[in-house]
C-alpha cells in the first residue's frame, strides 16, 4: 500500500511560476519511478513529466521547456518546477508512483493560471 500526498497548487497570474511536492509514503521496498500528469476538464489525462529511481526524466511536449522534474530519495518526495506558466496548463495535477507491476495515484492538486 503506498499513499501519495500533492501541495503546491493554486492560482497564479500568467508568466508565473508554480511549485508541486508529492510526498510518498508506505510500502515502498524496490526501485520507483514516479511522475505527474495533469487533467483538465472534458479532455483526457496527459504526461507532464515522469523521472527514474536512477534520475531519468521525460517530459510531455507541450511542457518540457518549462517544467522540471526531480526527487528526494530520503524524503520520497518529487517535486515539479513549472515556469512561464500559460491559461493553457490550468488543470488538476496528479502524482503518480510507479513500482514492480503496482501504479498509485494521489488525489490531485488545482491548478489555475488566470489573471
Known amino acids: 500500500q503506498v499513499q501519495l500526498v500533492e501541495s503546491g497548487g493554486g492560482l497564479v497570474q500568467p508568466g508565473g511560476s508554480l511549485r508541486l511536492s508529492c510526498a510518498a509514503s508506505?510500502?515502498?521496498?524496490?526501485?520507483?519511478?514516479m511522475g505527474w500528469y495533469r487533467q483538465a476538464p472534458g479532455k483526457q489525462r496527459e504526461l507532464v513529466a515522469t523521472i527514474t529511481g536512477v534520475g531519468n526524466t521525460n517530459y510531455g511536449d507541450s511542457v518540457k521547456d518549462r517544467v522540471t522534474i526531480s526527487r528526494d530519495n530520503a524524503k520520497k518526495t518529487a517535486y515539479l518546477q513549472m515556469n512561464s506558466l500559460k491559461p493553457e496548463d490550468t488543470a488538476v495535477y496528479y502524482c503518480n508512483l510507479r513500482q514492480a507491476s503496482y501504479s498509485y495515484w494521489g488525489q490531485g492538486t488545482q491548478v489555475t493560471i488566470s489573471s
Open positions: 508506505g510500502s515502498i521496498f524496490s526501485f520507483y519511478s
